[in-house]
């Protein structure tokens, strides 16, 4: 069987390279980065990953040198060509110019790693650091940017390469046919590897794991959980309970909607529990994005405990869980950067300990779900649901007051730099999470008007975030005079408004049959502000197109989804009597899919 070694250096993407390998049918395995080189004479080739770090950084992850004496093939990707440069003599700094999202390389040799290329590509950058050119004996460049960074490179003599670039995403047009050029190309590695056999071999650990024990699957209604589910009842039959907890924080009509779907589709077993008041009482007053997180991991925690009782469960029961790899990787796994703590993994860390968690799913992204859901027979209405977020809306409600020591100075330079390109912007005193460089950022929003002109606002969005401490922009849509005022938080006066736009929105997805056509659009609101001061509620639009969510690119307005759409969502939602509707237009990286 084809075998390929991935090296873990804590980079966000590491599962999605492997995830790619296996999507060539070729069986692939991400290992630590203190694996000996001893231990990888099984596998045809290895790829070393990405990482938050920087190579000269103290303490910063180093992988055996003898991986790269041993004859066979290596890939560095990111921190991994890095790293490669830094063995061999190369020099890698800071770069002048951050890159982050869409980068356009000129392919220096057509042939090997970038066989079937261009002369020039479209790729996806997200580091800081670069490798410079000078000064690596044995490499040549293979591509190189726009600005003259080195982009790739290669010593086909010892079969070591290196792209600063990232092959693995969708966004990275021909990112598949590179890694297809090592993999089977240049490491000859045998295609052998389905997503059938991943099933096979989940149902028969999740067997062996429980065997006669009790197992309890938390249910959302999205397809996580479902597929999750199906896999254990597949692997232990239907003795299995499933809970479905209704914290007070999801969408209009979910609690309901989410049971008759459950139910039509079989679930056996379903308990549906109301919880909304207790969640609600937590979270009040509370506005950091990571606290917020945490609380309700907790009360989840507690909950599960109450309603195990309840059920008359031991305490030994497995408790189901529909996590993915994204949800791992954002909670800062192994040497991963934490972006935001997900509800499901750090909290039931105890549980976790004691291996009474199953969670079969968590080596997977969202598309490969939704195949194994397809495998498993599970209706279209569960499999193609927009994902939502764990902790409901509270992670659409983004209050947090950001006012940095040099705001004055951030307000002034954007306000050059949008002016530059037509536009006119504004900085909220308010922050939202991105992920930049493999490292989590927690920077103040920005806001441009201007012109509806895709190219420029993709022009100035770009020249914002790779020259200053921002990582979210928004277009504003409409400027209403806000008719309502309350405080905005955990609430339910903030939380009614937000599900009514959210209903709104995704209705009116529905009536221009756009609903397939975007992978998710979170609805968020937030405080706007004026000379300083609140001004009332805003509500953000986060429409996005992605495979796997570990990157997305927006929905562009006037190609994806036209602008009747936008300016038709925007009135119904100011008839509630908020004031700006904005559209988010931010990649992921630099910006995370959901603002918190």
Known sequence: MGRIAVIDFGGQYTQLIARRVRE?????????????????????????AGGPASVYDKGAPHCDPDIFEMGKPVLGICYGMQLMAHRYGGRVSPAEIREYGDTSVQVKKRSGLFSGMDDLE???????????????????????????????MGNAGKGLYGVQFHPEVRDTPKGMAVLGNFVLGICNATQDWTMEDYVKTSTGQISRQVGNGHALSLISGGVDSAVATSLVYRAIGPSQHCLYVDTGLMRLNESKDVENALRSAGVNNLHV????????????????????????????????????????????????????YPDRIESGIGTADLIKTHHNWGPMEERRKRGLVVEPLASLFKDEVRSVGRLLGLPDE???RHPFPGPGLAARVVCNYHMPENFRKLEQDVSGIACEHGFQSSVLPIATVGVQ???????????????????????????????????????VLADNEPRRSFEIGINTETLDILRTADNLATIALKEYGLYDAVSQMPVVLFPDYENGRERGPAIGLRPVVTDDFMTARPTIPGRHVPWEYFDDVSQRIGELGVGKVVLDITDKPPGTIEWE
């Open 24 to 48: 060539l049918s070729v069986y692939s395995e991400i290992l630590p980065a203190d694996i000996p080189a001893s231990a990888l004479s099984c596998y045809d080739g290895i790829i070393l």
């Open 122 to 152: 479209s790729v996806w950058m997200s580091h800081g650091d670069s490798v410079l050119s000078s000064g690596i004996g044995g490499f040549e460049p293979l591509a190189v940017t726009d600005g003259g960074i080195l982009a790739a």
């Open 273 to 324: 529990s109301d919880w909304s008041d207790y969640f609600l009482e937590r979270l009040a007053g509370v506005r950091d994005p990571q606290q917020k997180r945490q609380i309700i991991g907790d009360a989840f925690v507690h909950v599960l405990e109450k309603e195990m009782r309840r059920l008359g469960l031991p305490d030994d029961s497995y408790v189901v869980q529909g996590t993915l």
């Open 382 to 384: 569960i499999i193609y």
């Open 437 to 475: 460089g493999d490292n989590r950022t927690y920077r103040n929003l920005v806001l441009i008007s201007g012109e509806r002109d895709w190219d420029g606002m993709r022009g100035v969005r770009k020249a914002i975030v790779t020259s200053q401490p921002v990582n979210r922009i928004a277009f």
